[in-house]
């Protein structure tokens, strides 16, 4: 009976989403400019990732689409969107209004193949799970965000303008299945950008490394998450990747690059819990350095 309602709990635990929330002074001062109460501005990214959407989660849709009303600049996506080969309508209704902002992606793993059945317990164990044999319609749902505007970072270096901000971004596919090949985007990126940022679903540090060597300001990843079967507190167990524990989900250094890692706001069907870590969404104010020249005395 105690195992019934742990079980209960956990799965509960699913329809209770999070907004989390950071600001980051990484701007040039004057980058951004003043409202009309002559206060700076700030540059808004939201960052979603892990919808694992499957038909029926009418709630998470719902959640989702009304983010919309943060009024965020960017959109970042960082995969494993789907969860059935009938997940893409429910993506697009979730994200709803979101896919007429501004918006960068790459894939997870989950959005070329569906997941398979698994023992939850064994997740514990953090071993790596081959992927399924069950090809998902993620053409289709690619599709769809481009024509919506959205970019696909996946191996590309995107330079883009964003009201006052210029910002350039790069990434590759999921590592955790050895799909990523960094050579394609490798080198500094765009030395006239306000902003540089990387996207990859799975926090692998080999791929973290290449980044940050490169010179990029913020990461931003899914896939862990956030531990999915947690302590107390939110600590996790296992990541199910090369990131330690300590960064399974949050806004960390990664060696001089920052590293948002989000908890995701969904499951794989076959694993449906959550225990001490519930689904959310992250939203980044990114402000003017008042520090800025000091930390950058080469940039101009």
């Known amino acids: 009976m105690a195992g019934v309602t742990t079980a209960l709990l956990a799965n509960r635990e699913l329809h209770h989403f ?5 600001t980051l ?13 002559g206060k700076p501005e700030e540059f808004r990214i939201l960052h979603l990732s892990d919808l694992h959407m499957i038909p029926g989660q009418e709630d998470k849709e719902e959640w989702v689409s009304g983010l ?7 959109v970042i996506n960082t995969g494993d969107n789907l969860s059935h080969e009938k997940g893409v309508p429910h993506v697009l209704r979730a994200l709803g209004g979101l896919l007429d902002v501004p918006g960068l992606f790459v894939f997870g793993s989950n959005d070329y193949y569906g997941p398979r059945p698994v023992n939850p317990f064994l997740y514990l164990l953090g071993k790596k799970r081959p992927v399924g ?3 998902l319609p993620w053409e289709g749902m690619k599709a769809a965000f481009q024509e919506h505007g959205w970019l696909d970072a996946t191996h590309a270096r995107r330079d883009i303008r964003v ?4 910002i350039a971004a790069a990434g590759v596919d999921d590592p955790h ?8 985007i490798a080198g500094p990126p765009n030395e006239r ?4 940022i990387a996207l990859v679903h799975a926090p692998e540090p080999r791929v973290l490394d290449r980044f940050e060597a490169d010179g990029y300001q913020l990461c931003f990843c899914g896939h862990t998450h956030g531990g999915q079967l947690c302590l107390p507190g939110g600590r996790a167990i296992v990541t199910n990747c090369g990131i330690d524990r300590e960064r399974a989900r949050g806004l960390h250094r990664w060696k001089s690059m920052l590293l948002h890692v989000t908890n995701g706001l969904g499951t794989s069907r076959y694993v449906p819990f ?11 104010r990114i402000t003017d350095d008042p520090a800025y020249e000091e930390k950058h005395p080469n940039r101009h």
Request: charged share 25%; proline share 7%; aromatic share 6%.
């Open 163 to 166: 009201g006052r901000v210029k």
């Open 68 to 74: 919309v009303d943060l009024r965020p600049d960017l």
């Open 193 to 196: 950008a306000d902003l540089a």
């Open 274 to 284: 959550r225990v001490f870590c519930r689904p959310s969404a992250t939203l980044l």
């Open 25 to 37: 002074p990484l701007l040039k001062p004057g980058t951004l400019g003043t409202n009309t109460l």
């Open 18 to 22: 999070e907004l989390h929330e950071y």
């Open 177 to 184: 299945h050895d799909l990523d090949d960094y050579s394609t």
């Open 133 to 135: 044999d069950n090809l």
